[in-house]
């Protein structure tokens, strides 16, 4: 069962999930299309985040 947190503890996470790709695969990407790119940042960022939360355990 997914780890519940809460929804700000969940958007921190996406910020910061988001963040560290931005800075990671902007090199690599500097020729897609800005709009193309913060979608494929997007789309990745939330799918590490779901990730996350299905194999984190419940702390406590």
């Given at each position: 069962?997914p780890?519940?947190?809460?929804?700000?503890?969940r958007?921190?996470r996406?910020?910061?999930?988001?963040?560290e790709?931005?800075?990671?695969?902007?090199?690599?990407?500097?020729?897609m299309?800005?709009?193309?790119?913060?979608?494929?940042?997007?789309?990745?960022?939330?799918?590490q985040?779901?990730?996350?939360?299905?194999?984190?355990?419940p702390t406590?």
């Amino acid at each position: 069962m997914p780890y519940n947190i809460t929804d700000r503890a969940r958007a921190e996470r996406l910020d910061t999930i988001r963040d560290e790709l931005l800075e990671r695969i902007r090199p690599v990407c500097a020729l897609m299309p800005h709009n193309l790119f913060l979608e494929l940042v997007e789309s990745m960022a939330a799918i590490q985040l779901k990730y996350e939360l299905r194999t984190s355990q419940p702390t406590g």
